[in-house]
């Protein structure tokens, strides 16, 4: 009887190990399907500084340049024109009857690459920190010094310099000296043509701009006469959305009472 | 003795008085004349302006002086090296920080300004010379400068044909050939043959004819490709086959290029010779911009039209790309009326462009024609419109001097004060011969707008300077003032006493008056003060002079035919009430317009700025046209108009009554709907309309076909910012949606919305799925949400497929309907009987592919979005849904896909070849088995590997002497996708994340400067394109400083010479005198002759002599303490003899 009751205990034993065994299994597949399963961790961008740095920096890159290039070259321009609810800053400007305008911003790509430095400023830093961090929190020693951002528009392009220096130890030591972030745009062009017609504003106190388009194919320029005698200049690169505008005040004949 | 100053009673009070006098005169003098300051900024944040004290920015320079005449706010350039740019700037704003430096002369006298032709090896332009130089930099091109040249077509013409030819490169048993200079081909150690195609079967390079065509950047016309991707020579139809076409270039093997129809080939099927100044460049073939007619016989690029199709805006005349015109001839506006402006349109790229030369006609459009029948062409541009030179001139050639400007009245012998000159020649003034002697007085040949609806006039200073003679001049109430005038009357009674009423008097003398009358008639001045029987031609000719002085007299603009007697309503006839004899006067009346005043002896006409009619009926008129309506032209339509959203691009001329507290009446838009739908109006018990219930005529219920675009509309009788919601609301703010897809709240007369929606049986479908999702797989607590959302959101599903969209508007006085207008319609609840609608893939048409290399599987995946959940197809060919091979995956899921909802299906797309176009053919099925008929098709461009052809340096050893060294690193890429144009990046260690970008780069050259100290270096290079090509390579190369300067490590005498030996290359100089010995400059030195090795320095021999030798090497280094002292050796040849 004894052994009877061994067997069928020791049925009853290989039985409950089934059935725990099954319920396991089941809770296993019930976490996975659940979403308490071990993390899948995919190829990420923190992999790569570089993309890391540039994927979050991208937009906030395109978002001023576009901003600037809307406004005349600055953030919040000082002097401005209100067209279409943007404030459309002046780049030559008298406030004079039958006089010819003055330049504003001689330096006109020295000033929109300091514009979009100081208004990247913030973001770069932010975006450094969370790389340090999230390297950090994969065990990896890490020192960041910071330093220069400098944006240069050139010919079809504009680079971004972060001048950091990163250097990431876990095993091996990794050094990352600069992080560039280069932009197709073609704003060095669209500054180029700004610049000619401000000068025939001020020498003629006007521009012909069917000549100026004639001699730069593949740009369009719309000259929008406001009533006070400002003109806002609309350049446009075709095919692209890249576009500039400013205002002018030049020649202006008051209107006799 | 100090003598006492006593002063009588009397004598105070002069004094005090005299005082009190000065004292005020200084006050008057210091009121009277305005201040102004020369600012370096104002408190407006303008820089260098002339403004008042309280406009200055006093943190800032300023002084009450001209600003040319201050430091900080001189003229001059602001030239900046960096930027490659020169500006005329004031002083103040050329900031060094930034760059630049400020040369106080005229930007066309500094050398570095100076205009000329810029060559460099991507083109040629005409810039400044300073902006070449930073072309060069920027794109790391070499570059020269002609200044001699200041045409862009002779500029053109300098860059030469450059000596292309086919480069051939063996690689790995494999002969490749592409399209290069001599010297890009060296670079990439190729074989160069100068002048032939990659296409000529001599070269065996495997390169053969093709059919395709394409485009190439900064070139104009259409190029054939071979087969390798290589632009060939110019597409001609007629030379498709000629192997002599495909071998050589032109000038080449006899080949030359033809022009086609030298008229630019436009929409010509078989040559793709453009001609841009003939109005055509290439294009990719669009049928609805080309026409069927254009279809190119090979390829898909022809020769685009970009000259202007006729309208209303080009005059009806076809006009030519480049081509300008007038909106209305210069000569209209001898005559302008208030409103009245001139626009200048031109024709560019195939549109009609214009630009408005003046609000207030101070410029206006000139234009002139030249050549005939098709060859006829406009030129036009806006031009001065000096009119206020015309006043006050009493000379005939300034009046009627060559620049046009002025014209001249006769003054037909009536008495006037204005300043008149003799005619000495015939003249033309408005249309009429005007003979010489005549007596005339000038004025404005184009009259100018005013502001006539303001009150404070500003007369412009050039309009004073010029009337300074005249009397009129400190009393100018307005432009218009300059032509009023002053006549005499003299009338005479029978007998002597008062004028009381229905008496009658007679004109006497040159009575301005009576010209024309007898003396003996009689003018009656009846009981009601009117006179009768006076002549009033004086009083008409006065307002004709008034009207041509600008936008002055009484007229009105809105009625063609003006008549100025007939003008009832805004004028009286004279009006003259005598009241009294000698000294007495008269007063005669008009309301509007004019004014005169008829004294005893004399008659005052004043002129006066133009008013339009009173009310607003027809300030609407100004919308709608083709040119944007003006302020000026709003206010000229009626005194009630006004003029809003000015400064955007939809500015409007209404007529605002304040009292108006009506809201918009809002009314449904039968436009708005498109074919196959109706409106159905909707009315309460009452009668009262309600809304409208839109259905679709092609439906036996009337409900809306599913997943169908449709549109529907408002219109209102007055100018309105709408909103709408599915809810009703209480008030207008609580609306959640704009009406019309609008995102600012401008206002309008009419609205159009659209809307794409699901069947009730796709909704139903849906929420079935979601509901039996929850109910089988969800828990209790997950199962109660579900139903307690679906309590809340139900209604808002459209379950039934009933929808009800509510309206409301508010008008520019905020006043909005407290009732809704409501929309009412139902979706179809059926099965869908139409077919699936491919909206768009997630690759762009033409978009380019990386090459697929040997081995490498041909695939990529692809997302097909269409307008509702059905399953999709694709094939290799154009065939029936059925006969599809290939099948894609769709979950029924959706997305945002260009700002409307849509379905979407994903998959792989195989079969991909290179080098080529690669055309997929897509058809969908719906839910309900409703087949595309039609394919949509996705081209995907094949294109070629990308090629590093060169990396520098490609010398062993950089030496500098300077540490750390200035190393340049340099790549050139060819062919891939567009030809080249590439992101090139490095890394020293080549692992993953380590790469950087060149400076420059994006293009075909590709740079970035690195500075390292003395070592060994090697670089990964990698390169890769827009179409997913990349190549890597390697550099390596040591860094050495030379810091030292070069050591003699021999003298000797050879005959008569002193000779040394340095232990580098180098170059020395000596001085005998001992006075200074080794402190001299090395450029003062006198020069030792080198022998070729740069080693071996001579000099003649002189034992009298002491040598002080100075030696410095290429890195000019040189004996410590050079320039001031220091000798690489002192040699005294005594010492050897």
Sequence with gaps: MNKFIFLRNKRGQVTIFIIIAILLILAVLLLYFLGFGPEIIAPSDETNPQMFIKNCLEDKLTDTIRA???????????????????????????????????????????????????EIQEDVIVCFNSLKESYESRNYEVQLNSGRTVVEILPNRIITRLNYVLTLKKGQTDRYDSFTIPLSNNLYELIVISQDIIEEEILDGNSNVISLMFLNQGFEIEKNLRDDGTKIYIISEMDTENKFQFASRSLVIPPGY | MKKAINLNFKQSIILILGIFVIISSLNFIKADQAEFYCAEKTINNEWCQMVPIEEVDTSYSYSRTSCEFTEYCSIGTCISVESGSCQTSPKTLCNPEQGGYFNSSEINQIEDCKKGCCILSNGARIVRKIQCTALSRHLNLVYNFIPSINTEAECSAQVASSNLGACIIETNSRRTCYHKTGGECQSSQ????????????????????????????????????????????????????????????????????????????????????????????????????????????????????????????TGNLERKHGESWCSKPLEYFENAKPGDVSYLLYCYNGEVKYELCDHYRNSLCYEERTGTGANAISSAG?????????????????????????????????????????????????????????????????????????????????????????????????????????????????????????????????????IGLKDEDRIYNNDRGKQENLNNDWVIYQNDICTLTADCGGYSNTNPNPNFLDISGIFHFLEFAASSGRGGWGKVMAREGWWARRAHGTVDFTCKPWQPILGGEDCSKCNGQLFPCTEYQCRSLGKACQFIQGDSDNPLCIYIDDEDVIPPIINEREESLIEDYVYKEIHSPTSRKLGVEIEYTQSEDGCLPAFEPFSFGIELDKLGYCKFDYERTEDFDEMEFTFGNEDRN??????????????????????????????????????????????????????????????????????????????????????????????????????????????????????????????????????????????????????????????????????????????????CNSSFGVMNSESKRLTLIGTTPLDITSISPNVTTVKSGTSPVTVPLEVRTYAGYQNGVATCQYSSSGNPGTYSTFSNTNSQQHSTNLYLEEGSYGYHIRCYDNAGNSKTGVVSFNVETDTSPPIVIRVYREANNLKIITNEEATCVYSNVINTGCMYNFEDGQTMTRTSSNKIHSTSWDYRKIFYIKCKDEFENQPYGAGSGGCSIIIKPFEFE
């Excluded at chain 2, 001139?393 to 008495?415: A, H, I």
């Excluded at chain 2, 006037?416 to 005549?438: C, Q």
């Design chain 2, 190 to 313: 190729g074989e160069f043959h100068e002048g032939f195609l990659c296409s000529n079967p001599q070269l065996g390079t495997g390169c053969l004819m093709s059919n395709r065509t394409t485009c190439v950047s900064g070139k104009n016309e259409v190029y054939f490709m071979d087969s390798c991707g290589n632009i060939a020579n110019v597409y001609d139809f007629s030379r498709r086959a000629s192997t002599l076409y495909w071998s050589y270039f032109p000038g080449y093997g006899n080949v030359e290029l033809s022009t086609g129809d030298n008229l630019g080939n436009i929409r010509n099927p078989r040559h793709g010779y453009c001609d841009y100044t003939k109005g055509s460049t290439c294009a990719r073939y669009d049928v609805l911009k080309d026409g069927l007619q254009a279809k190119p016989a090979l390829g898909n690029y022809v020769c685009r039209n970009l000259n202007c199709r006729k309208s209303p805006l």
């Design chain 2, 746 to 923: 401008t206002f309008a007369l009419n609205y159009t919305q659209t809307f794409s929606l699901p069947g009730v049986k796709h909704v139903q479908e849906e929420y079935e799925s979601e509901e039996t999702d929850a109910y089988e797989y969800g828990s209790l607590e997950e199962i109660e949400e579900f139903e307690s959302i679906m309590e809340l959101i139900r209604p808002s599903l459209h379950l039934n497929g009933e929808y009800e969209v509510y309206v409301r508007c508010k008008s520019l006085n905020n006043a909005y309907n407290i009732e809704e207008f409501m929309f009412k319609f139902c979706m179809e609840d059926q099965d869908d009987i139409t077919p699936p609608i491919i909206r768009g893939f997630d690759w762009q048409n033409e978009s380019p592919l990386a090459f697929f290399g040997e081995g490498e599987t041909r695939k990529i995946n692809v997302k097909v979005y269409i307008n509702k959940p059905s399953q999709c197809k694709w094939s290799l060919e154009d065939k029936t849904y059925e006969s599809m091979e290939n099948s894609l995956n769709c979950q029924g899921e959706d997305e945002i896909f260009n700002n409307h909802l849509a379905y979407f299906c994903d998959g792989e797309l195989t079969g991909l070849e290179n080098n080529q176009e690669n055309d997929f053919y897509f058809r």
């Design chain 1, 68 to 118: 600037v290039s809307l406004r005349g070259g600055s953030v919040n321009p000082e002097r401005y024109f209100n067209y279409n609810d943007i404030p459309i800053g002046y780049l030559c400007y008298t406030n004079e009857y039958e006089q010819r305008c003055v330049e504003q911003i001689p330096l006109l790509r020295a000033h929109i690459q300091e514009e979009i430095e100081n």
């Design chain 2, 382 to 514: 806006c031009i001065l419109n000096k009119w206020q030179e015309c006043f006050g001139q009493d000379e005939e050639r300034f009046c009627l001097g060559s620049d046009k400007k002025c014209s001249v009245v006769p003054t037909n012998e009536y008495p006037t004060n204005a300043n008149t000159f003799i005619l000495t020649e015939d003249a033309t003034s408005k249309g009429i011969t005007l003979s010489a002697g005549t007596e005339v007085q000038c004025i404005p040949k184009y009259p100018p707008g005013l502001k006539f609806w303001e009150a404070e006039p500003i007369i412009p200073s050039a309009v004073l300077d010029n009337l300074k003679n005249l009397e009129l001049n400190s009393e100018l109430s307005s432009i218009c003032d300059i032509s009023s005038d002053v006549c005499k009357v003299q009338y005479y009674r029978k007998s002597s006493g008062w004028l009381p009423w229905g008496t009658s008097v007679r004109c006497e003398g040159n009575n301005c008056l009576c």
